[in-house]
């Protein structure tokens, strides 16, 4: 059974920095793409970015230059930096297999309990 555990929300001042953590288990990590996805209040579940296995990346254009991901396979983790956090950022982010299907990438829909992130003043 594919589990996440994401970590490292919290509160922070705008222009401030998180760095989030997802642990997986239940699954050969090394094998699959990953991506960071948030979810606000109201608000359709979003991707934020994503890294294949040769560590290609992609970024949704509201975090471009702000936000990294990496992912370490040896210790089955995927990582998010966040950086230059603004307002709008305030969401539970959530890790998840991201799958290339005939009609695009698409979740695997394996959602952990997220993590939250607030951006306030």
């Known amino acids: 059974q594919v589990q996440f555990v994401e970590s490292g929300g919290g509160l922070v001042q705008p222009g401030g920095s998180l760095r989030l953590s997802c642990i997986a288990s239940?699954?050969?990590?090394?094998?699959?793409?990953m991506a960071w996805y948030r979810q606000a209040p109201g608000k359709q579940r979003e991707l934020v970015a994503r890294?294949?296995?040769?560590?290609?990346?992609y970024y949704a254009d509201f975090v471009k230059g702000r936000f990294t991901i990496a992912r370490d396979n040896a210790k089955k983790t995927l990582y998010l930096q966040m950086n230059s956090l603004e307002l709008e950022d305030t969401a539970v982010y959530y890790c998840?297999?991201?799958?290339?299907?005939?009609?695009?990438?698409?979740?695997?829909?394996?959602w952990g309990q997220g993590t939250q992130v607030t951006v306030s003043s």
């Open positions: 998840d297999v991201d799958r290339l299907l005939a009609t695009g990438w698409s979740p695997l829909g394996s």
């Open positions: 239940g699954m050969i990590f090394e094998i699959y793409a």
């Open positions: 890294i294949t296995t040769g560590e290609t990346t």
